[in-house]
């Protein structure tokens, strides 16, 4: 499980605003030998966000300590989704239409895998069992793992 401790900012009709209350860091080894640096990555654009939303029924109020919560396999699989199925897609589709048309055929084939892709990506958001295995959820800082509320 990825933990992140933070408080609570905001609750307004089911949605709730947590601000981090610590620097995440990845593994937190960064400043260590053999550390990768790679939590600096995510600076490289400027400072991430660290307030976020989540919609939750659950009882909260504004200052109390949380935790949110995600799987493992949650970033890698958003990552490979996201990521990953385009790149394959534009690949395959290139080579597909190289064979059958050349350059034109590779330009057109590079595009039609990358609408493909999109739709395929798109249909995968959309489904309630993909939605909860990506899901973060919420709990009291003092809780159990096994108490959380899907966000």
């Not at 408080?7 to 601000?19: K, L, P």
């Not at 050349?102 to 990358?114: D, I, M």
């Not at 958001?125 to 959380?148: F, K």
Request: proline share 3%; hydrophobic share 45%; charged share 15%.
């Amino acid at each position: 499980m990825i933990e992140a401790p933070g408080v609570i900012e905001r609750v307004v009709d089911g949605a709730v605003w947590v601000r981090l209350s610590e620097q995440q860091g990845g593994c937190g080894r960064c400043h260590e030998p053999g550390g990768c640096g790679g939590a600096r990555i995510a600076h490289a654009l400027g400072k991430p966000n660290d307030v976020f939303q989540i919609v939750s029924d659950g009882h909260w109020r504004v200052g109390q300590a949380v935790r949110l919560v995600a799987d493992d396999g949650a970033a890698l699989t958003a990552g490979l989704a996201s990521y990953g199925v385009p790149t394959l897609a534009a690949i395959a589709g290139a080579a597909v239409g190289t064979t059958l048309g050349g350059h034109a055929g590779a330009v057109v084939g590079l595009v039609g895998g990358l609408v493909a892709a999109a739709l395929l990506v798109r249909r995968l958001a959309s489904e309630r069992g993909w939605q909860r295995r990506l899901s973060v959820t919420i709990e009291a800082a003092s809780s159990c793992h096994g108490n959380a509320l899907d966000a």
